[in-house]
């Protein structure tokens, strides 16, 4: 970690970008409780990533046709 951060590379910039990577791509409570957050933490990440959940019911009945 000390190498990382004495290279220059943000760490915690870092780990905010791959949480908020991960809460788009499934939803915030399964992120949450994969990485030990709160739900209301996760949630959080999701908004400020810019993610929506609303119509991941419907995501998933298209992708299992497919």
């Known amino acids: ?23 788009q791509s499934m939803p915030p ?5 994969a990485l ?3 739900s209301e933490c996760a949630e959080d990440h999701a908004i400020q990533a ?5 119509t991941y019911a419907s995501h998933r009945h298209q992708a299992r046709r497919a």
């Open 1 to 23: 970690m000390n190498q990382l951060a004495g290279n220059g590379i943000h760490l915690l910039g870092t780990r905010l970008d791959a949480i908020r990577a991960l809460v």
């Open 50 to 54: 810019g993610a929506t959940w609303a």
């Open 36 to 38: 030990g957050y709160t």
């Open 29 to 33: 409570a399964v992120a949450a409780q």
